[in-house]
């Protein structure tokens, strides 16, 4: 992979990192903050969600730094290695915790009592939303479940054909 790509790719993960940590520092509790001021039966619901919402983007921060260690890998021409395993293993991780967030999340918008303004609509959406995010993470875990299995065969290989050699 060419060094300018990685450069760029690594310029994009830090961009990420710095808007993750604003919205968990900023606009996650500001948000939630707001909905209560404009409806006060959220109150009890402000706290718990919070924390999922800020634990979330740190699942997908702790991948990005995943990410990186293996753009560094490549970088170097390491990537076949076992040390790449617990790299892309962090990945999966982080992304099963954060498709059980979601997940627990879904089951609470579906089967809680939560007040709504506007005829439920909004939780309707919320759910949608959840139900969504749950079965995206669920299919990006499994994807990377699939790329770690051809990690290992391509390792595989590369450490038979260096016998060879």
Do not use: N
């Not at 996650?28 to 999922?52: G, H, K, L, W």
């Not at 005829?119 to 479940?145: K, N, S």
Request: hydrophobic share 60%; with cysteine; glycine share 8%.
């Amino acid at each position: 992979m060419h060094r300018l790509f990685i450069a760029i790719l690594r310029v994009g993960i830090v961009a990420t990192m710095l808007i993750g940590l604003f919205g968990q520092i900023v606009v996650i509790p500001t948000t939630a903050s707001d909905e209560v001021d404009r409806f006060p039966p959220y109150a009890p619901f402000a706290a718990p969600y919070v924390t999922v919402a800020i634990v979330g983007v740190a699942c997908v921060q702790v991948a990005l730094v995943a990410v990186w260690m293996l753009l560094g890998m490549v970088r170097r021409d390491a990537i076949f290695t076992p040390r790449a395993f617990r790299w892309v293993d962090t990945i999966i991780g982080s992304s099963v915790v954060a498709t059980l967030l979601a997940t627990g999340v879904t089951g609470h918008l579906a089967l809680a009592e939560i007040p709504s303004p506007d005829d439920g609509m909004d939780i309707v959406g919320a759910l949608g939303a959840a139900v969504v995010a749950a079965g995206t993470g669920a299919a990006f875990a499994m994807l990377v479940v699939l790329m770690r299995s051809l990690l290992h065969k391509a390792t595989e290989l590369k450490s038979e054909m260096a016998e060879v050699v």
